[in-house]
């Protein structure tokens, strides 16, 4: 049978099949990266009732996230809610979106006459394409899919909502702009979306000119008022005054950055026609300026692209929409306004799409004219782009392999880019985290000590290295590089971790003023109100110390050490019945608590023995 011959649901069928195949084996992989600060260690995705937190500024302490992505946060939610703190329940859900989005960007292209076969080729080479790896692995990074799945729906309802007279269905281009609104809450690439839309009526336009274009005039006012509504939640009314330093331009200034954003742009085309080069982080040189060879290479694939996207606008329509669709994309994740980071795989996820499109029309050239083409070229051509796909898919079988160790992560980071700051701080951060022994805290101190002289401002490289510090026993170097760290970035995380090592010290009264800070904007940080307890304690207020421990226990009654701790002060205040309650919980939790156990026994004894001396 002819490819252009086969029916849709087949090919939608085969989407997800090979979608679930390619990633099936990730589905047990840990949380690692984002994953564990987003979603593991984030007690407040425990209570449901922290939903009304989406839309006001709780948000940002509740989410762990420094932009609003409302969307993805209450995904994060739900995820918990039904499956628990469980990888597999997350991993699932990626993957799930992930096969929604190619079979929705098959639709998307079937609407382009006789482009099925090559519909379903574009769409098979975005999804099993290794670049998706990142996107689809780490769970918390599903804000990319996520905010795909909205655009390309956004998309697919606005094609459904265009009447042949030149009208719009009213509710499906309210669904459009609903779809849209949700996108950009998702991730903010997506406010895109009103020049996919006019490039996808310019491209698929059946008449000259541009009367088709201005019939969607209703469609592009809605559109543009949902960008509008958008803009004035996220960057009015609900800025994060918290978030710390803006992102800045990699190397100063827009013009003095042209030449490293040119060069990512040629490092993302690498890896998606090479499929290599693979890595959490990447390192990308600065050239002198743009009349070096990497930044003229890469302004020439633009030209290119462009002309490709003018030149096929009649004949191949999809292969015109792909190059513009991958153009329009990429202005969000060039830098244009600074982002933080000068590459990452998974800002490509929308990119790719376009890439798969103009990749999927060197096979199957004939897009528009598969009726007069010769059965058998046709054939052999998509037979030729499914071995490519499945080459990238085998691929990416290969790279998500090597997202069930966060280590060997972090390893490879810092071997492709040893230059990396970031490399190197997730690297010794991990080293400390998996076990502190002396070889463990040797090379992470190596590399946490390398991290800051490459970046001396990197805040979170000093938080790791004072850490490796403290657990090293080198307690004056942790707290003078936690110092470090507060003079350049001031978050309530360095604030934290300045009074755990003041109290553990024996320097409460020093520690108290830093989580007051961190109370100021974080009330209900459970883990600062529970430090401040302690503090309060060591200071010799008991009853201020309850309160802190009580305020824990209404949103975590089973919160161990606030239980414990309660139960030392009423211990100290010599209520020996409500102590023993206490520590008797603790164990109830964990029975293997041997601080629980002790103050127990201690408890009992001493009750006893005032007993005995009551009656002698």
């Avoid at 509008?228 to 803006?246: D, K, P, Q, T, Y």
């Avoid at 990119?351 to 103009?358: A, C, D, F, K, Y």
């Avoid at 409500?578 to 164990?587: E, H, N, Q």
């Amino acid at each position: 049978m002819r490819p252009d011959k086969i029916k849709k649901p087949v090919y939608m069928l085969a989407l997800l099949v090979a979608v679930v195949s390619i990633y099936f084996g990730s589905i047990d992989n840990p949380f690692v990266y984002d994953d564990r600060v987003i979603i593991a260690e984030n007690v407040n995705l425990n209570d449901i009732g922290n939903l009304k937190k989406l839309f006001n500024h709780d948000y940002f302490n509740i989410s762990g996230e420094r932009s609003y992505r409302p969307v993805a946060t209450a995904l994060f939610f739900i995820q918990t809610l039904v499956g628990g703190k469980n990888p597999p329940a997350f991993h699932i859900t990626s993957i799930l979106f992930h096969a929604a989005n190619a079979i929705l960007l098959f639709l998307i292209l079937s609407s382009f006459a006789n482009a099925r076969a090559t519909a379903f080729l574009a769409s098979l080479i975005f999804a099993l394409h290794p670049i998706q790896s990142e996107a689809v692995n780490a769970a918390s990074f599903v804000e990319d899919p996520l905010a795909a799945f909205f655009l390309l729906a956004a998309l697919f309802a606005h094609i459904g909502a265009k009447r042949e007279s030149g009208g719009f269905s009213i509710p499906r281009l309210a669904l459009a702009s609903l779809f849209y609104l949700f996108a950009m809450f998702s991730k903010e690439n997506a406010a895109v979306f009103p020049a996919v839309v006019l490039v996808y009526e310019w491209v698929s336009r059946r008449k000259s000119g541009f009367n088709e274009i201005w019939q969607s005039r209703t469609a592009y006012f809605c559109y543009i008022t949902v960008f509008v509504i958008f803009a004035l939640i996220r960057f009015v009314l609900m800025a994060n005054s918290e978030s710390g330093a803006l992102p800045v331009y990699p190397a100063g200034s827009f013009v003095e950055s042209a030449p490293m954003i040119l060069s990512a742009f040629l490092k993302y085309l690498q890896m998606f026609f090479f499929s290599s080069g693979f890595s959490l982080v990447h390192c990308v040189s600065n050239p002198d300026t743009l009349m070096t060879i990497k930044p003229i290479l890469a302004m020439l694939f633009y030209a290119l692209i462009f002309i490709a996207g003018l030149a096929f606008v009649k004949s191949e329509k999809y292969l015109s929409f792909g190059a513009f669709f991958f153009l329009i994309n990429m202005i969000p994740i060039s830098n244009i306004a600074p982002i933080g980071e000068v590459i990452a795989e998974r800002y490509f996820y929308m990119p790719s799409m376009g890439l798969s499109i103009m990749l999927a029309g060197a096979f199957m050239n004939s897009g528009l004219k598969l009726e007069s083409a010769k059965p058998k070229i046709m054939t052999l051509s998509f037979l030729i782009g499914l071995c490519v796909a499945f080459f990238f898919g085998a691929k990416t079988i290969e790279r998500n392999r090597d997202w069930r160790d966060e280590l060997y992560l972090w390893k490879n980071a810092v071997d492709v880019c040893p230059n990396s700051s970031k490399a190197r701080t997730g690297y010794g951060r991990r080293l400390v985290e998996i076990g502190a022994t002396p070889s463990n805290l040797k090379e992470a101190i190596t590399n946490l000590e390398a991290a800051v002289r490459l970046d001396p401002r990197h805040y979170e490289a000093y938080l790791a290295l004072g850490t490796a510090y403290w657990r090293a026993g080198r307690y004056d170097e942790a707290l003078k590089t936690y110092y470090s760290a507060y003079a350049f970035h001031p978050t309530n995380d360095v604030r934290y971790n300045i009074a755990l090592l003041l109290n553990s010290l024996g320097r409460p009264a020093q520690a108290k003023p830093m989580i007051e800070e961190i109370l100021i904007t974080q009330p209900d940080w459970n883990a600062a109100v529970y430090l401040m307890g302690n503090t309060l304690l060591y200071l010799g207020d008991i009853e201020g110390a309850r309160r802190r421990y009580e305020h824990v226990l209404e949103s975590e009654p089973s919160h161990a050490n606030a239980l414990g701790m309660s139960g030392v002060t009423y211990l100290q205040a010599g209520d020996f019945d409500t102590a023993i309650s206490f520590f008797r919980k603790v164990l109830q939790i964990d029975p293997n608590n041997q601080a629980a156990s002790a103050n127990l026994e201690h408890a009992i004894r001493t009750k006893d023995a005032l007993k005995k001396n009551r009656r002698q």
